[in-house]
């Protein structure tokens, strides 16, 4: 039998598509731009196969997908050892992400086109933009008593700071830990957590926290108000600075009583017109607002100015530390929602008093409850501005960090984006809101969805399911 050259069989002619290469809108590195000009590549050709055309465009490092070559190509390895001389000169390789329609590409480019309908005619637009990678486990931390309820992270770095914020955890055995992040900079790990004070502020379970910084000179002050199952509402400080670096306790601030007779599970707190305020939901949906008593703990004086004292009669050691505390009533309180209100966020204000460090002049608030509605409030008239009734009890809210775009999670396992921009202004209570659905999100109930505070376009969300997924 004569021999047959298997390898003419192989080269089978693959179908090319025409594409052209945009980078995104809003990407910030404009050094990442290549030529649009259209080319053609093969039909089949997916995310990492783009990306690697996208890298040579520019002059990078190319990474081959060694698992995809065949014998052919092994005994050609010695030939590109020039190659890879060269490459030893190159900038690294970058991955990065596309999208098809505004869609991310998951498939082959030709049936990307051909799922959104586009013609094949004419070059493709895809626009490209750096990837995300995913997190690297650096290992477990510490293994805490109780399960932990809610965090909030105070991010701000004051000057002669040693690390990069604090994170605060609430626990359901009633206790607030505290973590120092030693790390500076984006790439903070498990590791990077050195664990600081710990406190008994509640009988039961913590069921919400909040954090502000306060910062005068190379001196600054945390507020930290927790919401708990025993009906208490509480705040505490922790300094930091430059004097207080190796500030490992809390101090019991002021007591908020008078307003709930429900389990608090909602609570915010940030700097409103000037003013230190606190807003707290429960259980049965009612709502409070309450001024948060001025305090000169940013000085080495720490007592505090407020309308009532009230002498703590317990074993905390946070009472202990100041002896008297600020005991407050409420400025107002309303029924803000039919059952419990989950989710609680100040609106966004286009000025420029609004900062990361909590600072806001608006005075219109978002809530959102198990009684499946959303709601924007008029903080000082308490009038409602806008009601959003939706299909599912809402578990949790976030508002994106320069808009009014709210996200919500929800027990069908499912996180939602609405955009009530058009609407948060208005009095009329109605308006153009777009209700947009991340699909598939989770696997189980979704327990807490959060805003980056520098990207307005990334999204992160928590489930039962056991995992925390990046939008």
């Given amino acids: 039998m004569p021999d047959i050259d298997m390898d003419s069989n192989d080269e089978q002619e693959v179908e090319q598509i025409r594409i052209s290469l945009q980078l995104a809108k809003g990407c910030p590195d404009t050094s990442l731009k290549v030529p649009s000009d259209p080319i053609a590549v093969p ?61 991310l590409l998951r498939l082959s480019i030709e049936s990307a086109a051909r799922k959104e309908g586009l013609s094949l005619e004419t070059a493709v637009e895809i626009q490209y933009f750096p990837a995300r990678l995913a997190p690297q486990s650096d ?118 009583s008078g307003g709930h007779n429900a389990s608090i599970n909602s609570v915010v707190i940030a700097s409103v017109n000037g003013c230190t305020t606190l807003v707290s939901g429960d259980w049965d949906g009612g709502l409070c607002v309450w001024k948060v008593p001025s305090n000169n703990s940013l000085s080495s004086d720490e007592s505090n100015v407020a309308p009532k004292r009230k002498k703590q009669k317990g074993s905390s050691s946070a009472a202990a530390a100041v002896g008297q505390v600020s005991e ?36 219109t608030l978002f809530t959102a409850s198990w009684d499946h509605s959303i709601k924007a409030w008029d ?34 396992c499912t996180v939602r984006l609405w955009d009530m921009r058009s609407s948060s202004n208005s009095n009329s209570g109605s308006g153009n809101v777009f209700d947009g659905t991340l699909r598939p999100s989770h696997k189980s109930w979704i327990s807490a969805v959060e805003w980056s505070p520098n990207d307005p376009f990334v999204l992160a969300s928590s489930s039962h399911d056991g995992s925390v997924k990046v939008w």
């Fill in 328 to 363: 407050i009533s409420p400025t107002s309180f309303f029924r803000a929602h039919k059952s419990n209100i989950s989710g609680i966020v100040w609106g966004h204000e286009t000025d420029t008093n609004n900062n990361s460090n909590g600072q806001s002049s608006s005075s």
């Fill in 139 to 256: 290992g477990e931390s510490e293994v805490l008593p109780d399960w932990i309820s809610a965090m909030s992270y105070s991010p701000y770095e004051y000057p002669g700071a040693n690390g990069n914020g604090v994170l605060y955890t609430a626990s359901c055995d009633g206790s607030i830990r505290f973590f120092h992040n030693c790390d500076k900079g984006d790439d903070i790990g498990m590791g990077s957590f050195r664990q600081g004070g710990v406190i008994k502020a509640h009988s039961g379970s913590v069921k919400c926290i909040s954090s502000l910084t306060l910062c005068n000179n190379n001196n600054a002050v945390d507020i930290i108000a927790s919401g708990s199952m025993d009906q208490t509402l509480v705040s505490h400080i922790h300094h930091r600075g430059k004097d207080h670096n190796d500030n490992n306790s809390l101090a019991l601030h002021a007591v908020y």
């Fill in 43 to 103: 039909a089949t050709t997916r995310k990492k196969g783009l990306s690697a055309i996208v890298n040579h465009l520019l002059g990078r490092k190319v990474v081959r997908d060694k698992s995809l070559s065949s014998d052919r190509d092994r005994d050609s390895d010695d030939d590109e050892s020039d190659d890879d001389d060269d490459d030893d000169e190159k900038l690294p390789s970058l991955p990065f992400d596309f999208l098809v329609n505004n869609k």
């Fill in 379 to 412: 903080v000082e008239s308490q009038n409602e501005i806008l009601a959003l009734n939706g299909s599912k009890v809402i578990t949790s809210l976030g508002r994106c960090h320069n808009s009014n775009v709210v996200a919500t999670g929800h027990p069908d």
